[in-house]
């Protein structure tokens, strides 16, 4: 068996891609999956004391949210939850099968919004300018007297750039639209009070906010109609069918209380890393950019841009220097397909092919900060000597 790299052997910027989870969370779960496996829908107490656990996740999870726990349905996954709120919204008139969402939607709503089109629904994907803002006006002139929905995420993955989610839900709720976000980057980032807002549904993703991969939610507002996806057994109100995964469920409950419990944190000590990381860099390095609206985005995500070099190239070398981060380009097959983020911001193709995800987290620290400031430098620094050399071999690493 090969061997494995450990969490301790590296430096770990990509908190947007998942993870890690929490002690506490572990912790929790554990009996779940040993003592306590005890089916929550079985009448006798080895079963009904599950139930509980589940309801005590549901409460955890309500009150990072700011909703009532009978609001929000466990889901297997963000994508689940992303895909249960727009079919819902079809199925509850069929005379209104238009969706309007954005270009910039991760693919677990845009790509089920696609597949939906082509099936006979009408999709209108509003644009962003430059700095990854929507036009407010225009995606108010997007809805028609047959718009079932709209889906716009809360903050976008690659740039965190924070959409106005309020005003979309308000534009909605004047035009009796449902409105779904996607806040599966930012719930347990930003706080959140959904008992004073006009959401009608909402995703999130445990894996995001260090819970386990494969749980996830989704809000539905209690005087929001529904039409389950899953159909079987009376599992979450009759709203998801489908025996529950407790051990996941209630690993998701801690993680919203231990969320809850830093959002402070996130919102100094991580955003102050991000910010003297991202000062550090641009200062270091020439001919850096930085992606997206520097303001309304994410207290975690820097999304840099680095004129002359190749994304796929920096990922290598950063890789071999135990630093993990994403490229905002991916490869396919020998060729680079730019970022459909950075190409609908109209990011030229040399910063869209040489754009770089840095996403922080509460397990992050200063030396590793101090650490990754010295390395990055010297990783571009390296691939822009070979790209002026035209060197055409693999670079050795730092």
């Not at 009150?63 to 963000?78: D, K, N, Q, W």
């Not at 529904?226 to 998701?252: C, D, M, W, Y």
């Not at 290598?316 to 905002?328: E, P, T, V």
Request: proline share 4%.
């Amino acid at each position: 068996m090969t061997s494995m790299i450990s969490s301790e052997q590296i430096i770990y910027l990509d908190n947007n891609a998942t993870t890690q989870l929490d002690p506490a969370v572990v912790e929790e779960m554990l009996p779940f999956l040993t003592k306590y496996f005890g089916n929550p829908s079985s009448g006798y107490q080895f079963g009904s004391q599950v139930r509980s656990a589940i309801d005590l996740a549901r409460e955890r999870l309500a009150a990072l949210l700011g909703c009532e726990p009978s609001e929000i349905i466990f889901t297997s996954c963000g994508t689940e939850s992303n895909n249960a709120a727009v079919n819902s919204a079809l199925q509850l008139d069929p005379a209104r099968q238009h969706i309007v969402t954005t270009a910039v939607e991760h693919s677990a709503t845009s790509r089920h919004c696609d597949a939906l089109s082509k099936r006979g629904c009408l999709l209108t994907t509003v644009g962003v300018d430059a700095e990854g803002n929507l036009d407010l006006d225009e995606l108010e002139r997007a809805i028609t007297p047959q718009t079932a929905i709209i889906s716009a995420m809360w903050a976008n993955n690659e740039t965190g750039v924070l959409f106005p989610v309020e005003k979309i839900a308000e534009i909605a709720l004047r035009h009796r639209v449902l409105f779904h976000t996607d806040a599966i980057q930012v719930v347990g980032k930003i706080p959140i009070r959904l008992a004073d807002s006009s959401i009608n549904s909402l995703s999130l993703s445990a894996h995001k906010l260090h819970g386990p991969k494969g749980v996830g939610a989704l809000y539905v507002r209690k005087r929001s109609a529904f039409k389950p996806t899953l159909i079987g057994g009376s599992q979450e109100q009759n709203r998801r069918a489908g025996t529950e995964n407790v051990a996941s469920i209630v690993a998701l409950g801690k993680a919203a209380e231990c969320a809850t419990a830093a959002l402070a944190e996130e919102a100094t000590r991580v955003r102050a890393m991000r910010d003297r990381f991202e000062a550090t860099v641009l200062e270091k390095v020439p001919e850096t950019f930085v992606n997206g609206d520097r303001n309304a985005r994410l207290p975690n995500t820097s999304n840099l841009s680095f004129g002359g070099i190749d994304s796929g190239a920096a990922l290598a070398l950063l890789d071999r220097n135990q630093i993990c981060c994403s490229a905002g380009s991916a490869c396919r097959t020998g060729s680079v397909e730019s970022s459909h983020v950075l190409r609908a911001m109209k990011v030229s193709d040399d910063r869209a092919r040489g754009s770089m995800r840095f996403s922080f987290g509460r397990f992050n620290t200063e030396s590793e900060v101090d650490r990754a400031v010295e390395i990055v430098p010297k990783v571009i620094s390296k691939l822009r000597s070979l790209s002026s050399a035209g060197a055409v071999r693999e670079p050795a690493g730092v």
